[in-house]
Protein backbone atom coordinates (compact mmCIF):
# COMPACT_ATOMS: atom_id res chain seq x y z
CA UNK A 1 0.00 0.00 0.00
CA UNK A 2 1.70 3.44 -1.01
CA UNK A 3 1.16 6.53 1.11
CA UNK A 4 -1.35 8.91 -0.19
CA UNK A 5 -0.74 11.84 2.07
CA UNK A 6 2.17 12.15 4.11
CA UNK A 7 2.44 14.55 7.51
CA UNK A 8 5.77 16.07 6.41
CA UNK A 9 5.83 18.66 9.54
CA UNK A 10 6.90 17.50 12.79
CA UNK A 11 6.45 20.44 15.06
CA UNK A 12 4.67 20.72 17.87
CA UNK A 13 2.28 23.95 16.38
CA UNK A 14 1.49 20.87 13.98
CA UNK A 15 -0.22 18.74 16.02
CA UNK A 16 -2.14 21.96 17.84
CA UNK A 17 -3.94 22.42 14.47
CA UNK A 18 -6.72 21.05 13.77
CA UNK A 19 -7.84 23.14 10.11
CA UNK A 20 -5.94 20.76 8.22
CA UNK A 21 -8.87 17.43 9.47
CA UNK A 22 -11.76 20.21 8.31
CA UNK A 23 -10.44 21.17 5.06
CA UNK A 24 -9.33 17.01 4.30
CA UNK A 25 -13.06 16.19 4.98
CA UNK A 26 -14.24 18.83 2.54
CA UNK A 27 -11.96 17.41 -0.41
CA UNK A 28 -13.54 13.68 1.02
CA UNK A 29 -17.23 14.88 0.28
CA UNK A 30 -15.76 16.49 -3.50
CA UNK A 31 -16.57 20.12 -2.20
CA UNK A 32 -16.11 22.71 -5.23
CA UNK A 33 -13.73 24.99 -3.41
CA UNK A 34 -11.90 24.52 -0.24
CA UNK A 35 -10.59 26.46 2.51
CA UNK A 36 -10.36 27.00 5.98
CA UNK A 37 -13.28 29.45 6.41
CA UNK A 38 -12.12 32.51 5.36
CA UNK A 39 -9.00 31.77 8.10
CA UNK A 40 -5.39 31.29 7.28
CA UNK A 41 -3.84 27.78 7.43
CA UNK A 42 -0.28 27.25 9.34
CA UNK A 43 2.51 27.93 6.54
CA UNK A 44 4.41 24.49 8.65
CA UNK A 45 1.49 22.52 6.49
CA UNK A 46 1.66 23.79 3.04
CA UNK A 47 3.49 20.25 1.86
CA UNK A 48 0.45 18.74 3.89
CA UNK A 49 -1.74 20.81 1.99
CA UNK A 50 -0.52 20.36 -1.59
CA UNK A 51 -0.19 16.61 -1.36
CA UNK A 52 -3.85 16.78 -0.07
CA UNK A 53 -4.94 18.90 -3.54
CA UNK A 54 -2.58 16.79 -5.82
CA UNK A 55 -4.14 13.11 -3.63
CA UNK A 56 -7.68 14.40 -4.61
CA UNK A 57 -7.62 16.36 -7.80
CA UNK A 58 -8.00 19.82 -6.22
CA UNK A 59 -5.81 22.98 -7.52
CA UNK A 60 -3.94 24.36 -4.78
CA UNK A 61 -3.86 28.59 -4.15
CA UNK A 62 -1.98 30.09 -1.58
CA UNK A 63 -1.69 33.86 -0.90
CA UNK A 64 -0.90 36.34 1.44
CA UNK A 65 1.41 35.17 4.18
CA UNK A 66 0.50 36.77 7.72
CA UNK A 67 3.72 36.66 10.65
CA UNK A 68 6.02 33.88 8.73
CA UNK A 69 3.15 31.80 10.61
CA UNK A 70 0.19 31.80 8.44
CA UNK A 71 -0.88 31.70 4.49
CA UNK A 72 -3.95 32.47 3.18
CA UNK A 73 -5.65 28.86 1.38
CA UNK A 74 -8.23 27.56 -1.01
CA UNK A 75 -8.38 24.59 -2.93
CA UNK A 76 -10.46 24.43 -6.15
CA UNK A 77 -11.99 21.46 -7.39
CA UNK A 78 -10.25 20.56 -10.61
CA UNK A 79 -13.24 19.36 -13.56
CA UNK A 80 -12.87 18.07 -17.22
CA UNK A 81 -15.64 18.92 -19.45
CA UNK A 82 -16.46 16.95 -22.80
CA UNK A 83 -18.14 17.80 -25.26
CA UNK A 84 -20.70 15.76 -26.53
CA UNK A 85 -20.11 13.78 -29.86
CA UNK A 86 -22.12 15.52 -33.25
CA UNK A 87 -22.92 12.98 -35.15
Request: hydrophobic share 40%; proline share 5%; with cysteine.
Amino acid sequence: MKLAIKFTDGSPSFTHGVEFGRILQKMELGNQNVDNEGFPVRIENKQVYISACKYYNYTPVFGDVWFNEWVSFIAIKNTSFELPVLN
